[in-house]
């Protein structure tokens, strides 16, 4: 069974390579800012669900693609990849000492015989209690680059996780793939995890 991640997130490949699985990897090229909806639980779901279904549309053969896109809820509001490092300066100094939940939208279709088929679509939801670091910890850790380049500008498996007091829920959903729910996922359409790509031993 070939399996295919549309992301181009090294989170979510080192996620599924740590459990065993090696996917193949295509970027589905959706613009993402020309996709809205009334919450960001809505929103995640609907990016997963238009990535994988881009990605799909282009396989041949028979393939499981699998779609994904997080964000962080903070007050009703979904937060992506900050702009600049301005902007995640005053979203840290927004969220430190508070609890946010991260969203991440999962889609996985079915492909056979070139063509697209079955899709089962679902959010993991998991919250997270932020430290209240200083603004010069603040400062220091935007300038690493890393907030620019993640969900709800931090990670939790990186440089972000000395600001991570709790996790409520999946800890890989916060990475940006939820391996419980997509086990359940494949179990839908009739797989189990053995039945992917494993991973080169």
Same mark, same amino acid.
């Given at each position: 069974?070939?399996?295919?991640?549309?992301?181009?997130?090294?989170? &979510?490949?080192?996620?599924? &390579?740590?459990? =065993?699985?090696? #996917?193949?990897?295509? @970027?589905?090229? +959706?613009?993402?800012? !020309?996709?809205?909806?009334?919450? #960001?639980? *809505?929103?995640?779901?609907?990016?997963?669900?238009? /990535? !994988?279904?881009? +990605?799909?549309?282009?396989?041949?053969?028979?393939?499981?693609?699998?779609?994904?896109?997080?964000?962080? *809820?903070?007050?009703?509001?979904?937060?992506? /990849?900050?702009?600049?490092?301005?902007?995640?300066?005053?979203?840290? /100094?927004?969220?430190?000492?508070?609890? %946010? @939940?991260?969203?991440?939208?999962?889609?996985?279709?079915? +492909?056979?015989?070139?063509?697209? $088929?079955?899709? @089962?679509?679902?959010?993991?939801?998991?919250?997270?209690?932020?430290?209240?670091?200083?603004?010069?910890?603040?400062? %220091?850790? +935007?300038?690493?680059?890393? #907030?620019?380049?993640? !969900?709800?500008?931090?990670?939790?498996?990186?440089?972000?996780?000395?600001?991570?007091?709790?996790?409520? $829920?999946?800890?890989?959903?916060? @990475? =940006?793939?939820?391996?419980?729910?997509?086990?359940?996922?494949?179990?839908?359409?009739?797989?189990?995890?053995?039945?992917?790509?494993?991973?080169?031993?």
């Amino acid at each position: 069974m070939r399996f295919l991640l549309a992301s181009a997130s090294s989170g &979510r490949l080192r996620t599924l &390579r740590q459990a =065993g699985v090696e #996917p193949e990897v295509e @970027v589905s090229g +959706v613009d993402e800012d !020309a996709v809205s909806a009334a919450t #960001p639980a *809505e929103l995640v779901q609907l990016l997963a669900h238009a /990535k !994988a279904v881009a +990605v799909a549309g282009r396989q041949r053969g028979t393939v499981l693609v699998l779609g994904c896109d997080s964000m962080l *809820e903070l007050d009703g509001e979904a937060l992506g /990849k900050p702009a600049s490092e301005e902007e995640a300066i005053a979203r840290w /100094k927004s969220m430190r000492g508070r609890t %946010a @939940v991260l969203r991440t939208g999962h889609s996985l279709v079915e +492909v056979v015989d070139s063509v697209a $088929g079955r899709v @089962v679509d679902r959010v993991a939801s998991t919250e997270v209690r932020f430290a209240e670091p200083s603004d010069d910890e603040i400062a %220091a850790y +935007v300038g690493t680059g890393e #907030p620019l380049r993640a !969900a709800g500008a931090f990670t939790v498996d990186g440089l972000g996780g000395w600001f991570v007091e709790s996790i409520a $829920g999946d800890h890989h959903n916060v @990475v =940006g793939l939820s391996l419980p729910l997509l086990r359940h996922m494949l179990a839908e359409f009739g797989y189990a995890v053995t039945d992917l790509p494993a991973q080169p031993t």
